[in-house]
């Protein structure tokens, strides 16, 4: 059963950056695509970026010039950059798997694997 573990969140000042990671365990079989989402207190899960198996990349415009998705095949990990960051990037930040081969786009539903999320605050 593939695990999802996600690190690197924190609390930063406007323009600041940080790191996020994503350690994935217990697999067979890599995960076609995997993402970041992210879910502000009274706001519906959002998609942020995506990255599928052949390296194809997708990114919410909200964050496009600023986050980058990256994964570390050897080490099992994926990342998501984030510089320049704004208060309304605040969020709980998840990282999410799924194993369909004929899309990776950032829908919510079609991802069926889920970290448990780490929290990204930013102040003004």
């Known amino acids: 059963q593939v695990q999802l573990v996600e690190s690197g969140g924190g609390s930063v000042q406007a323009g600041g950056s940080l790191r996020l990671s994503c350690a994935v365990f217990?697999?067979?079989?890599?995960?076609?695509?995997m993402g970041w989402f992210r879910q502000a207190l009274g706001k519906e899960r959002e998609g942020v970026a995506g990255?599928?198996?052949?390296?194809?990349?997708n990114y919410v415009d909200s964050v496009k010039g600023r986050f980058t998705i990256s994964k570390d095949n050897a080490k099992n990990t994926l990342y998501l950059q984030m510089n320049n960051l704004k208060p309304e990037d605040t969020a709980m930040y998840y990282c999410?798997?799924?194993?369909?081969?004929?899309?990776?786009?950032?829908?919510?539903?079609?991802?069926?694997?889920w970290g448990q999320g780490t929290q990204v605050t930013v102040s003004p």
């Open positions: 990255i599928n198996m052949n390296g194809g990349i």
């Open positions: 999410a798997a799924h194993y369909r081969r004929d899309r990776c786009f950032l829908w919510t539903n079609d991802f069926n694997r």
């Open positions: 217990g697999y067979t079989y890599s995960p076609y695509c």
